[in-house]
């Protein structure tokens, strides 16, 4: 099993995996490595347990999750472990189903399982986590049954693993042209607390410089300082990688951002991490009044249909939405999508995902018949 982590108690039978700091993790990476090696050196691969062979997976980022699930699937069959050579396309199968039909533990609290249930979209991320395995099983010599490349998630049908077809686009929502034209202008001096109007209002400010800076992400927006802008035939040019695709971004600073930019001195006020800054923009939307009802759909892999429930704007408010606001707000008013693809730095059709028409579009559009 994973040596990154020891499971502990922490009072009250509650557990938690805390990091082992007797070993960094490089000094782990290392001895797993020569583990790695002697085993071959020595012909020691076998048939042995799936779970101890975990300790070996080093995806881009360690992910105990795959770990748990295995863990899971084990408890709920009474198994102790899973030989390697009983991977397989079944194998993945019989995994998943046991995700469908039990969910996963998500903590013990005096000795009761947590349940949570997985939606569409982690499973499907459960199945990548389970190919991914099986691609370093068979690149590190285990012998096991190459037919688990060929496992996909069944949908539609009364035997599938999802019993309906479902779009990620269902759940997309955005920023009205009018609820930004709100952010932008509101006034907080009617709060007295000086210290939270000023957090408030830097936490306004650092929104729309996202925004005006093409949608930014949190990451690339904290990674502005004066040398990444250049004067091009006398206008301003903000060039940056961008974080995700490490594509260059090269987008024309417009009067508002520079207005901003001024302000700060050119130096982007940050927050300590992303929570600090999500929390407080819901703060902000929540003080602005942003109290529109959004329809979503619970698409848990469990259910015979996804079910419809609503939620306020303020509440669900994140740094996500500055990319899905200048997308649809943009979209809204006419101009084409592979205009603004050429500013937030999307490609193919990955923009659709950002777009979302307003209600009275819709209407609109319902109204003409």
Not at 74 to 101: A, E, G, H
Not at 156 to 165: L, N, Q
Not at 244 to 260: A, R
Not at 362 to 367: A, E, G, S, T, V
Request: proline share 2%.
């Amino acid at each position: 099993m994973f040596s990154y982590y020891n499971y502990v108690e922490d009072g009250e039978d509650q557990e938690q995996w805390v990091l082992n700091d007797s070993k960094t993790p490089e000094q782990h990476k290392k001895e797993q490595q020569e583990q790695l090696e002697f085993q071959k050196r020595h012909n020691l691969f076998k048939p042995t347990a799936m779970l101890d062979a975990l300790q070996y997976y080093k995806p881009k980022k360690i992910d105990t999750r795959l770990e748990s699930i295995l863990e899971f699937y084990c408890y709920k069959r009474n198994l102790v472990d899973v030989p390697i050579n009983q991977f397989s396309k079944n194998f993945i199968d019989k995994v998943i189903w046991n995700c469908i039909d039990y969910g996963y533990n998500n903590a013990r609290i005096k000795g009761k399982y947590i349940i949570e249930r997985y939606t569409t979209e982690t499973l499907q991320r459960v199945v990548k986590m389970l190919r991914a395995f099986g691609r370093f099983l068979e690149d590190n010599g285990y012998k096991i049954n190459s037919d688990y490349k060929k496992f996909e998630l069944t949908r539609g049908g009364d035997e599938s693993h999802i019993k309906y077809k479902w779009n990620d686009k269902n759940n997309i929502y955005t920023l009205y042209k009018s609820e930004f034209d709100e952010i932008r202008n509101h006034n907080f001096s009617n709060l007295t607390n000086k210290k939270y109007r000023n957090s408030l209002i830097q936490t306004r400010d650092l929104f729309l410089m996202q925004t005006y800076a093409g949608g930014l992400r949190v990451n690339e927006l904290y990674r502005i300082q004066s040398t990444n802008f250049i004067e091009l035939n006398g206008k301003k040019i903000l060039t940056l990688k961008a974080g995700k695709t490490s594509k260059p971004i090269n987008n024309p600073v417009s009067d508002k951002f520079e207005d901003l930019l001024k302000v700060y001195n050119y130096e982007i006020p940050i927050f300590n991490n992303d929570n600090t800054y999500n929390d407080n923009l819901k703060l902000m939307a929540k003080e602005i009044g942003l109290s529109r009802e959004i329809l979503q759909y619970e698409n848990y892999a469990h259910y015979e249909e996804p079910k419809p429930y609503k939620v306020i704007l303020h509440e669900v408010f994140s740094t996500k939405l500055t990319r899905k606001a200048l997308v649809s707000i943009l979209y809204n008013m006419g101009e084409k999508k592979e205009v603004i693809a050429t500013i937030t730095n999307h490609s193919g059709e990955t923009i659709n995902y950002y777009i979302a028409l307003e209600e009275d579009n819709k209407k609109q559009m319902l109204d003409k018949i």
